[in-house]
């Protein structure tokens, strides 16, 4: 597992300010076929002062729905395109799924921002980078979500269905 920490101000029980308490697990992707790893999957977690690390089901639930959301969203697809950088300077060239929430994907711009991303990572393909979105977002708006996964695919960058927060 590799992780990434991040600087997440957000606000829970009583207005606490937790720092640095959010990073990521990478989970190796692999073939069953031949046993060979094809990529890696992004994984959320919170190092909590008392209760130590959690799972994403125990505090995605918090950030549903709040200006924290998205911001939260786009550093984890933001580190995932850090770690798709490092694994390829070391000659492991493996594609990153990171996971993308229903609000987060239905952004206005969503594609845009993140041609814009990868634009500010030039040395990370967009075949390194996929987007797991939850068959929930796929189902609402489907219009706009239909519209913004073409985007997305039309840029190289990958799309797949996941459970994510689902535990």
Do not use: C
Request: glycine residues 10%; aromatic residues 8%; proline residues 7%.
């Amino acid at each position: 597992f590799f992780m990434f920490a991040v600087t997440v101000v957000m606000l829970a029980g009583g207005g606490a300010l937790l720092e640095q308490q959010f990073f990521l697990v990478y989970q190796p992707q692999v073939d069953p076929a031949d046993g060979s790893v094809k990529g890696v999957e992004a994984l959320a977690r919170w190092r909590h002062p008392e209760q130590g690390v959690l799972a994403p089901g125990a505090f995605l639930p918090q950030l549903e729905g709040t200006e924290l959301e998205v911001p939260f969203g786009a550093w984890v697809l933001q580190a995932g395109l850090l770690l798709a950088r490092a694994l390829q300077n070391q000659g492991l060239p493996l594609p990153v799924s990171v996971n993308v929430s229903a609000p987060h994907l239905q952004q206005p711009g969503f594609a845009r921002w993140v041609a814009a991303e990868l634009a500010r990572h030039s040395d990370v393909p967009p075949d390194m980078l996929e987007i797991e979105i939850t068959e929930t977002a796929a189902l609402y708006h489907i219009e706009a979500v239909a519209q913004t996964l073409a985007d997305l695919r039309q840029q190289g960058v990958g799309v797949a269905l996941d459970d994510f927060g689902t535990g």
